[in-house]
């Protein structure tokens, strides 16, 4: 994902990120990016009266997505697995809840 900047080039290796950096390291929008720091989901640290996202911060939070990731078991064929008696996954449509007569 992010390479530290520069370390073999004998420039300074970067470790913080501007709120507009990171989201386009990680291809999601600037509010968005906003958002998951603002919730905890993403770590940041207030330099002056600035916001930064360690670059660490980052890998951390694709390390959880990988987790967090379709964990639900797969049937035959890579299919998802659906529980006996349901179609798909929800009821049968013969199931619904029928409308009283004489209305």
């Known amino acids: 994902m992010l390479e530290p900047s520069g370390a073999s080039e004998g420039r300074p290796v970067v470790v913080l990120l501007t709120p507009e950096e990171a989201a386009e390291a990680l291809s999601i929008g600037r509010t968005r990016m906003y958002r998951l720091m603002r919730e905890g ?60 007569e004489g209305w």
């Open 41 to 100: 989901t993403i770590r940041s640290v207030k330099v002056g009266q600035s916001r930064r996202v360690p670059v660490q911060a980052l890998h951390d939070y694709v390390a959880d997505l990988e987790l967090l990731s379709d964990p639900r078991p797969r049937g035959p064929a890579g299919r998802k697995a659906v529980a006996p008696g349901t179609y798909h996954g929800r009821r049968r449509p013969d199931d619904r809840p029928r409308r009283r």
